[in-house]
C-alpha cells in the first residue's frame, strides 16, 4: 500500500492535531500564556517587581538552535550526502514541511515516532521535525534482529516507523512477529542515495515491500509556514533511546528537551567546535542522537556530512574533499583508519579532531592517529547520560610527556563536563565518596541535568538507578590523585578470583599491547578452585596465526600479577553490537559452556 | 571601626545563616528533596517510568562553572592582577571561604551585598561568592556621584557594601546622604593593589574612612570546606543591576540565575572562546557583570587579566606579557587604542579577538584596528538581556570585500545569539513584525531566558517593558533582507523634522567620517517651523581647532539629505557615562536652553 498525499490534500485533512494540541497545550507562545507547570517561583513573590512571561521564559529545547542558524547561518551548508546539499535555510523548511506532514497522520502529541536508518540526512531532520510536532522520536539501532525490533516497536508504542529503503524488510520481520491485537505502525520510507555508496548505487530495493508514505512525499506535502509547536514545558520528552544491550535486556531511557539542549551545548564544549564546523558523521545517529550532536552541530551552524556506511577510504575521501574539522568514533573506527591500507588514506587538509567513546584508545593506536594528523580526545558516557557525560580534559604540560604516559592519562575518563553538577566514584552501598588515591574502586555516578528522566515504563528500574539522589552508572573506577576518574571495569564485568577483584579493562589493555593482538576481551570462567578466572577472547593479526596461548598467558604473566593473568585464551572474531561495544554476555556464555577448570 | 573576625570567632557566632536557611530552603541537594517550586511536570505523569530526582535535576547556576574548573582547570591561572596570581583551585577556596563568612554576618538569604570597585580580583570573587552564599549581588557604577549611589544603596536594601580602597570616600559620602531612619550597609574594605599601577603605588588611602571589616580578613576567616548553598530554583535572582542612567532614573534589573547561566554560555560561544582563554578586562565588570563573562571565562578555565584602569600602554603590555586572546570595550576603548602614541604600543603576539559594543564600530577606528592585529566583533545588547544579546555573525563570504562595506555590514547588530528565543524588529503598538527590507523602522523587541526576571520593585514598568510577551528595548531599528537587524537609533532620540524621522545613529556616522571630527552626538533641537532640527556636539581632534561650525554643517549637506543635517554644531567634550556611553539627555537639556532657532 503507498498513498501519496498531495499538498492539498494534507491541508483539507481534518486539523485534529491542532486541535489535540490546544487543548493538550497549557503554554502559548504568544501573548503572556500562563504556565501551569511552571509557577511563579518562590522566591520572586516576596521580590517584588519580577513577571514570568514569554518575554523572559521559553523552554529550554534544541529546536532552537535550528530556527537560529536557518537565520544566522542561512546560506551556510547544513547537510552534505553525495551529491546532495541543503543549507541551513531549507533544512529548516524541510523540517518545518515534515512537522506539518505529521500532524496530519493519525498520530496525537505526545506520541512516539521511531526510526529506522543509517547516517542520511532523513535521519538528521527527523531529529528535528519530530520534536517540532511534540512527538517524540525514537532512534532503533540499524543492526538489531527482527525479534528485538518488534519487542522495541511494541514497547515504544510507535505509531509510525520511518524505515530507510535497506531496512524494509528487517521491518517487515519485525512488524510480522509483533502481537496481532494490537495496531502496528505505519511506515514512511526513506530512499536517499548516496553516489559514493556502491552498495547503494545497486539498490536491490524489492518493491514487494509495502509502506504508507514516502518520506519525500511528506516533506513535499507538507506546510513550511508550519508553526512549530514548542515543548509545553522543558522536561518534555524529546527522545525515547533504547540502550544497546550489551548487558541486559534494552531499556528505554527517555531524554528530555532541557536535558538535549544542555548536553548539547556541552558536548560542543568538550569537542571545542567553534562556529561553522565540518562533521563528518562516523557515529551513528542512532547511538544517543549521535552523542546529541545532531542538535549541537546546528547551534553552530556547521556542516554535516553523511554517510551510509562507515570506510577507511571514504572517512580519507571525505575530509579531503569537505575540509572535515571534527569526527568521532568507537575504537573500533580508530582501529578502522589506523589499519586501512596505504592506498585508501589521502593526506589530511589540517588536524582533525577525533572524539573517541566506548572504551579509553590503546597507546599504538593513539599514536598512529597523530602521526596520521588526527588529534584524539577520550570522552565517556551512557546512553542514559545523553552520550558524552565526562572528557578527559587535557593539560598543556602533557604535550611534552612520552606517547606511553600521554597515552596512559588519555585513557582516563576524566571530568565532568559542563552540562553535569556531579561526577563521583562512590560505594554503592554506603554512598560514600572513594578516596582520590587511584587505587580504591568505586561505581561512577553521575549527577545532573544531562541524565536522563527515567527509564520508560519501568519506574522500578529507574528508582534503582537514582537510588540516593545519584545516577548510578554500573561502571567501576577509581579517583586519582588529580580528581580525574578511570573506569575499570563494568560492575558485572568485574572477576572475582581467590577473593581479589581484577579489572578486566587492566587485563585487556596489556593483552592488546602484544603485538599480535588485533583486539581482545576477558571475562570469567568458572574455576574449581579459585571461583573464576580470567579467559582472554583474542583476535589476531593478520599474518600472526601461528602465535600460540601459551604465549600470550606468558606475555600476561610478565605484565600483570599473576592472578590477574588470563588462565585460558581462545582465539577467534569477537560479537561486537553496532556502536563496536563488545558483547561481552555472549562471551561469558561461551566461557560458562567450557566449563570449569 | 574595624573589626577583626578570627576564623575560630566566626565559627562560634550562633549558625544563625545556616537556621534560616534550612528553613527557606525546599530543595535539598543530597537525598532525593522535595522541588515545590517544580512540580512532576504534566507530561511525565502520564509517561510512566520518570522520576525527578537530584540525580537528574540541578537549577542552572553559574555557580557550577567555577566548582567545575576547580576541577577540571584547577591548577591553571584564573587571575592575574599586577603580580597576584591565582589558579582556579585557589579562586574557588577564596570564594568558598568568603560565602562562608557572608553567612555569619548580619545577614539573611536573599539579601542584597553591594559592590563598588574596579576590575580587582575582589570583584572576579564577589560574583561567585556572594551567590554561593544564597545572597544576590549589586554591581555598582564606579563613576557615580554620591547623591545616585545614596540613591541605589537604599532602592536596593542592600546590607553590605564592598567598597575599594581608591572609592572608600564616595561611599561615605552615599552614606551620609541617606535616610538616617533606616539601617546602613555595612562596610568591607578591598584594598587590592596592583604594581602596575602608579595610582595605587601612591595610594592616598584616607585612614579616617572607616569601615567595618576588611576583605582580606573576611576571606581568611571563611571556611573552605563551606557548603556552597545552590539556588532553591534556578528563578531565583542572582544579581541587580541599575541601568547605566543614560536617559531616566536607575531602574534596578533583576537577573535569574538560570538567565546568567545561559547568558555566559551564549557569550562564550558568540566570542568563539574556546578553552583556557586569556581575557583582559577593559569592560567593567559592574557593567552586566562584565557582559556575563565573569561566568563565561570561569565556564572555559581561562585566565581573567585584572586592570584596576584601563589605559593604551598598559592595554598594549597586557597583551604581550599575558598573551590575551580576548577582549571587550565600548567603541570609546577601541578610539583609545588606534589614537595611542605609536611609543606605547607593543606588537601583538597573535590576532586578539576584541568584542565592542554599546555602539557600532567606525570604518576608520575597524580599519586601524584591524592593522594592529586586533579582530572586531560586534555584539548588541541592553542590561536586560544579561548584557550581549545580538551578533554581528560574520559571514566568510564577506571577508574579500573593500574596508568601507565591511564596515558596513560590521556595524550591523545581527542576528540573536543561542541564548534567546526570538530578537525581531516590531511596530510597538500593533506588535506586527517589520517587513525586512532595510528601510522600515521597529522597536527592537527581545524575547527568552535571558531577557531580565524584571525591575526590582517597578511591577508597572516590567508589565510595560514586557507588553505583548516581548521585551521593548527601546531601540529603533530595521531589519535586512538577510534577517540582519541595524538599529537606527534610541527611541527617544529620535528627532521628527518637518514629519520625518531622523535617525541620530546615520548623521553621527556622517559626523565622525569627517577629519576633523573625534567624536559626535546629535540631539533635537527646537525649531519653530521645522518643530525640531538636528543639533551635533561635536568634539574635535587635536590640531583641528581652526574648523568652523558652518564647515562641518555643509560637508553633512553633501552626505546626507538636507533635512538630515544639523542646522546647529556646538564644539567641546561630550558628557559620557563610566561605560562610554553619550549621556544624551544632557545634550538634550542643553539644546533645549539654547531655544529654538
Known amino acids: 500500500?503507498?498513498?501519496?498525499?498531495?499538498?492539498?490534500?494534507?491541508?483539507?485533512?481534518?486539523?485534529?492535531?491542532?486541535?489535540?494540541?490546544?487543548?493538550?497545550?497549557?503554554?502559548?507562545?504568544?501573548?503572556?500564556?500562563?504556565?501551569?507547570?511552571?509557577?511563579?517561583?518562590?522566591?520572586?513573590?516576596?521580590m517584588e517587581g519580577l513577571l514570568r512571561s514569554p518575554a523572559n521564559f521559553s523552554p529550554l529545547s534544541p529546536i532552537t538552535f535550528l530556527?537560529?542558524?536557518?537565520?544566522?547561518?542561512?546560506?551556510?551548508?547544513?547537510?552534505?550526502?553525495?551529491?546532495?546539499?541543503?543549507?541551513?535555510?531549507?533544512?529548516?523548511?524541510?523540517?518545518?514541511?515534515?512537522?506539518?506532514?505529521?500532524?496530519?497522520?493519525e498520530i496525537s502529541p505526545g506520541d512516539v515516532v521511531a526510526v529506522l536508518a543509517p547516517n542520511v540526512p532523513a535521519m538528521h531532520e527527523l531529529h528535528f521535525a519530530v520534536p517540532m510536532a511534540d512527538l517524540i522520536l525514537c532512534p532503533?539501532?540499524?543492526r538489531l534482529d527482527t525479534s528485538t525490533l518488534s519487542v522495541l516497536l511494541q514497547h515504544s508504542e510507535a505509531k509510525i516507523l520511518f524505515v530507510d529503503h535497506h531496512l524494509l524488510e528487517v521491518a517487515h520481520g519485525a512488524l510480522a512477529k509483533s502481537d496481532?491485537?494490537?495496531?502496528?505502525?505505519?511506515?514512511?520510507?526513506?530512499?536517499?542515495?548516496?553516489?559514493?555508496?556502491?552498495?547503494?548505487r545497486s539498490s536491490s530495493f524489492d518493491s514487494n515491500n509495502s509502506f504508507d508514505y514516502h518520506y519525500e512525499d511528506l516533506v513535499k506535502s507538507g506546510d513550511s509556514e508550519?508553526?512549530?509547536?514548542?515543548?509545553?514545558?522543558?522536561?518534555?520528552?524529546?527522545?525515547?533511546?533504547?540502550?544497546?544491550?550489551?548487558?541486559?535486556?534494552?531499556?528505554?531511557?527517555?531524554?528530555?528537551?532541557?536535558?538535549?539542549?544542555l548536553n548539547s551545548l556541552a558536548t560542543?564544549?568538550?569537542?571545542?567546535?567553534?562556529?561553522?564546523?565540518?562533521?563528518?558523521?562516523?557515529?551513528?545517529?542512532?547511538?544517543?542522537?549521535?552523542?546529541?550532536?545532531?542538535?549541537?552541530?546546528?547551534?553552530?551552524?556547521?556542516?554535516?556530512?553523511?554517510?551510509?556506511?562507515?570506510?577507511?577510504?571514504?572517512?580519507?575521501?571525505?575530509?579531503?574533499?569537505?575540509?572535515?574539522?571534527?569526527?568521532?568514533?568507537?575504537?573500533?573506527?580508530?582501529?578502522?583508519?589506523?589499519s586501512s591500507p596505504a592506498g585508501e588514506r589521502k593526506p589530511l587538509p589540517h588536524r582533525v579532531e577525533i572524539m573517541t567513546g566506548g572504551s579509553p584508545p590503546m597507546p599504538k593506536i593513539l599514536a598512529k592517529m597523530e602521526e596520521l594528523g588526527f588529534n584524539v580526545s577520550h570522552l565517556y558516557g551512557l546512553t542514559e547520560t545523553y552520550g558524552p557525560g565526562t572528557h578527559c580534559v587535557w593539560k598543556p604540560e602533557w604535550d611534552s610527556l612520552s606517547l606511553e604516559e600521554r597515552a596512559k592519562l588519555k585513557s582516563r575518563q576524566g571530568v565532568q563536563h559542563l552540562g553535569l553538577e556531579g561526577l563521583e566514584v562512590k560505594d554503592p552501598v554506603t554512598m560514600e565518596t572513594v578516596p582520590s588515591d587511584g587505587v580504591t574502586m568505586g561505581e561512577v555516578m553521575f549527577r545532573g541535568n544531562t541524565v536522563m528522566s527515567g527509564y520508560f515504563k519501568d519506574l522500578e528500574a529507574t528508582r534503582k538507578a537514582f537510588e540516593g539522589g545519584w545516577f548510578h552508572s554500573g561502571d567501576l573506577a577509581v579517583k586519582h590523585p588529580d580528581?580525574?576518574?578511570?573506569?575499570?571495569?563494568?560492575?558485572?564485568?568485574?572477576?572475582?578470583?581467590?577473593?581479589?577483584?581484577?579489572?578486566?579493562?587492566?587485563?585487556e589493555r596489556v593483552l592488546c599491547s602484544h603485538k599480535a593482538v588485533f583486539e581482545a576481551a576477558v571475562v570469567a570462567r568458572p574455576d574449581n578452585h579459585w571461583g573464576q578466572t580470567p579467559c582472554g577472547f583474542v583476535k589476531l593479526k593478520e599474518g600472526f596465526d601461528c602465535v600460540k596461548p601459551e604465549e600470550i598467558i606468558e606475555f600476561c604473566r610478565d605484565h600483570l600479577p599473576h592472578y590477574m593473568a588470563p588462565k585460558t585464551i581462545v582465539f577467534g572474531d569477537l560479537p561486537k553490537t553496532s556502536t563496536g561495544k563488545v558483547q561481552k554476555y555472549l562471551l561469558r556464555k561461551r566461557a560458562d559452556e567450557m566449563g570449569s577448570l
Open 67 to 105: 530556527e537560529r542558524s536557518a537565520k544566522a547561518y542561512r546560506d551556510r551548508t547544513s547537510v552534505v550526502f553525495g551529491s546532495v546539499e541543503h543549507t541551513w535555510l531549507k533544512t529548516y523548511h524541510r523540517c518545518l514541511r515534515l512537522a506539518s506532514a505529521l500532524t496530519h497522520l
Open 1 to 46: 500500500m503507498r498513498i501519496l498525499l498531495s499538498k492539498r490534500a494534507i491541508r483539507t485533512l481534518t486539523p485534529r492535531f491542532q486541535r489535540l494540541w490546544s487543548t493538550h497545550s497549557s503554554f502559548s507562545t504568544s501573548g503572556s500564556g500562563g504556565f501551569s507547570d511552571d509557577p511563579k517561583p518562590e522566591s520572586w513573590k516576596t
Open 226 to 261: 508550519f508553526e512549530v509547536i514548542k515543548p509545553r514545558n522543558e522536561w518534555d520528552p524529546i527522545s525515547i533511546n533504547y540502550t544497546s544491550g550489551t548487558t541486559s535486556r534494552p531499556k528505554g531511557v527517555v531524554l528530555s528537551h532541557r536535558g538535549a539542549y
Open 140 to 142: 532503533l539501532n540499524t
Open 180 to 200: 496481532r491485537t494490537r495496531k502496528t505502525p505505519k511506515l514512511v520510507l526513506i530512499s536517499q542515495s548516496n553516489d559514493d555508496d556502491d552498495e547503494d
Open 483 to 507: 580528581g580525574y576518574i578511570e573506569v575499570k571495569d563494568r560492575l558485572k564485568d568485574v572477576i572475582i578470583s581467590g577473593g581479589e577483584n581484577i579489572s578486566t579493562v587492566e587485563v
Open 268 to 338: 560542543v564544549f568538550l569537542h571545542q567546535m567553534s562556529v561553522s564546523p565540518v562533521y563528518l558523521w562516523t557515529v551513528p545517529m542512532f547511538h544517543c542522537n549521535g552523542w546529541c550532536l545532531i542538535w549541537g552541530v546546528a547551534a553552530q551552524g556547521g556542516t554535516n556530512i553523511c554517510l551510509r556506511k562507515v570506510s577507511p577510504k571514504l572517512i580519507f575521501k571525505s575530509i579531503a574533499t569537505h575540509k572535515v574539522t571534527h569526527m568521532g568514533g568507537a575504537p573500533t573506527v580508530l582501529n578502522m583508519i589506523v
